[in-house]
Nanobody, 111 residues
Framework: QVQLVESGGGSVEAGGSLRLACTIS????????ISWHRQVPGKHREFVAL???????TIATRVKGRFTISRDNSKRTVYLQMNSLRSEDTGGYYC?????WGEGTQVTVAS
């Protein structure tokens, strides 16, 4: 069973940066892709970024050029580097591996 734990959230001013981490335990098996999603109250979780087992990445248009995703397999951790943060980036950030989700980490960007 896969377990995911997010960390690195916090409060930052607009224009600032944060790096989120998703630490993975258990056997990923064939579900080697890890993705990040954002959710605000009352809305569905929306896709932010994905990295597959080969290191290929997909970034949502809304954050392209500002966010990057990477993985360190030796640490079993996937990172989401968020730069030039905007107030609209505020929300809970969750990582996902197949059907497994972490409990999220909150990001608040003050304008």
């Amino acid at each position: 069973q896969v377990q995911l734990v997010e960390s690195g959230g916090g409060s930052v001013e607009a224009g600032g940066s944060l790096r989120l981490a998703c630490t993975i335990s258990g056997n990923l098996g064939s579900a080697g892709s890890i993705s990040w999603h954002r959710q605000v109250p009352g809305k569905h979780r929306e896709f932010v970024a994905l990295i597959n087992s080969g290191g290929d990445t997909t970034i949502a248009t809304r954050v392209k050029g500002r966010f990057t995703i990477s993985r360190d397999n030796s640490k079993r951790t996937v990172y989401l580097q968020m730069n030039s943060l905007r107030s609209e980036d505020t929300g809970g950030y969750y990582c996902r591996a197949g059907a497994a989700w972490g409990e999220g980490t909150q990001v608040t960007v003050a304008s």
